[in-house]
């Protein structure tokens, strides 16, 4: 099993990313989805997951209405768009993934987001 | 503030054996499982102990999770160097309907 993440960078306050995530090895679709963010010398952060098929989706309070966790199950991808990203949003961006979405089995090595001017 | 409450450092001797301790309430530990992950540093975090108490294949019998009403605890025995990391625990938050990790906690092996 992979799942290996793409798009993060350096980004000013206020603007957008989008972060993709490609995983294979397992039936995608079969299995919960989540981003979990890490800042620089801090703990883990969940920020969102969403189901097999993509109809139940769930974000932390602090990114609701910011950013919008989506799937391509034809792609084995999912995806994070980040708008007006904020200094607090700078952190390593993981890609991880359950089956039963009662724990967080399958991890990405991460891509990291920086916001700042 | 982490929802769920985890000493910020543990330590012992190599041979020797830690519990590192997870606190929620109800709404979290209480009526969901609860996993653990070890993070080691510069890398991503990785799958410990799922549903409360089961090892993941591979991990060693020296890792053991257990959980009472709303606390959890993982335990880990015969303490290697190896075994430095950070130690997470989470779990699903029904009243948050997110996920919620604890603060982590870093085992030192002196």
């Known amino acids: 099993v992979q799942l290996v993440e793409s798009g993060g960078g350096l980004v000013q306050p206020g603007g957008s990313l989008r972060l993709s995530c490609a995983v294979s090895?397992?039936?995608?679709?079969?299995?919960?989805t989540s981003w979990v963010r890490q800042a620089p010398g801090k703990g883990l952060e969940w920020v969102a997951n969403?189901?097999?098929?993509?109809?139940?989706?769930y974000y932390v309070d602090s990114v609701k209405g910011r950013f919008t966790i989506s799937r391509d199950n034809a792609n084995n991808s999912l995806y994070l768009q980040m708008n007006s990203l904020r200094a607090e949003d700078t952190a390593v961006y993981y890609c991880?993934?359950?089956?039963?979405?009662?724990?967080?089995?399958?991890w990405g090595p991460g891509t990291l987001v920086t916001v700042s001017s | 503030q982490s929802v769920l409450t985890q000493p910020p450092s543990v330590s012992a001797a190599p041979g020797q054996k830690v519990t590192i301790s997870c606190s929620g309430s109800?709404?979290?530990?209480?009526?969901?499982?609860v996993s653990w992950y070890q993070q080691l540093p510069g890398t991503a975090p990785k799958l410990l102990i799922y549903?409360?108490?089961n090892r993941l294949s591979g991990i060693p019998d020296r890792f053991s999770g257990s959980k009472s009403g709303t606390s959890a605890t993982l335990g880990i025995t015969a303490l290697q160097t190896g075994d430095e990391a950070d130690y997470y625990c989470?779990?699903?938050?029904?009243?948050?309907?997110?996920?919620?990790f604890g603060g982590g906690t870093k085992l030192t092996v002196l």
């Open positions: 991880a993934g359950d089956r039963s979405g009662n724990n967080i089995k399958y």
């Open positions: 090895g397992l039936t995608f679709s079969n299995y919960w």
């Open positions: 969403i189901d097999g098929d993509g109809g139940e989706k």
């Open positions: 109800s709404s979290n530990i209480g009526n969901n499982y």
């Open positions: 549903d409360n108490i």
């Open positions: 989470g779990t699903w938050d029904t009243s948050l309907s997110g996920w919620v």
